[in-house]
T-cell receptor
Framework: GAVVSQHPSWVICKSGTSVKIECRSLDFQATTMFWYRQFPKQSLMLMATSNEGSKATYEQGVEKDKFLINHASLTLSTLTVTSAHPEDSSFYIC???????????FGEGSRLTVL | GNSVTQMEGPVTLSEEAFLTINCTYTATGYPSLFWYVQYPGEGLQLLLKATKADDKGSNKGFEATYRKETTSFHLEKGSVQVSDSAVYFCALKGGATNKLIFGTGTLLAVQP
């Protein structure tokens, strides 16, 4: 099946700094990418939907200035957590879908720990 | 709005035991239903799906039947293996978007 890769898989940062997480589709063109956040023992919460070349659509309650999403090409989307704080510590997962399939393919996830 | 409820884990079973992970949903219209599996250190993978009532999705010995009358999509396997140890997510997709609504996930641990 198609491959979606996230980088980094884990990151530790100091409070107040910004962290960028990349999501790449390795063998297909991802017209739409989704960013999820997963809290311990909780379900994946959809944060935003991004379509290549346009602004991301954020879910209710997600701060767009806090979580900057860029989908500049058909194979790359980035999530930047700006001025991170300990409450932003979480597992962030991206998924992607292409033009030829409605199936979603998921990345391995990125664990962010803010000290 | 749409939602998915699945049984809390962890579920601990011995090898070759029968597995059931319950999943019920709330949705308007006729959603598609999915089970995803997340093995340790990997991303979520689609395990099986069903797109209409009474459909049965199956893969790798796992099965789930779309029951509209009980709004359920329980995951079953007749004989689990240690390699089935993973987190299982029930999910639904409704309407014209590709948005998936996930349950909380159920950790399955199979012991030899």
């Amino acid at each position: 099946g198609a491959v979606v890769s996230q980088h980094p898989s884990w990151v530790i940062c100091k409070s107040g700094t910004s962290v960028k997480i990349e999501c790449r589709s390795l063998d297909f063109q991802a017209t739409t990418m989704f960013w999820y956040r997963q809290f311990p023992k909780q379900s994946l919460m959809l944060m935003a939907t991004s379509n290549e070349g346009s602004k991301a659509t954020y879910e209710q309650g997600v701060e767009k200035d806090k979580f900057l999403i860029n989908h500049a090409s058909l194979t790359l989307s980035t999530l930047t957590v700006t001025s991170a704080h300990p409450e932003d510590s979480s597992f962030y997962i991206c998924s992607a879908t292409g033009t030829n399939t409605g199936e979603l393919f998921f990345g391995e996830g990125s664990r962010l720990t803010v000290l | 709005g749409n939602s998915v409820t699945q049984m809390e884990g962890p579920v601990t079973l011995s090898e070759e035991a029968f597995l059931t992970i319950n999943c019920t949903y709330t949705a308007t219209g006729y959603p598609s239903l999915f089970w995803y599996v997340q093995y340790p250190g990997e991303g979520l993978q689609l395990l099986l799906k069903a797109t209409k009532a009474d459909d049965k999705g199956s893969n790798k010995g796992f099965e789930a039947t779309y029951r509209k009358e009980t709004t359920s999509f329980h995951l079953e396997k007749g004989s689990v293996q240690v390699s089935d140890s993973a987190v299982y997510f029930c999910a639904l997709k409704g309407g014209a978007t590709n948005k998936l609504i996930f349950g909380t996930g159920t950790l399955l641990a199979v012991q030899p």
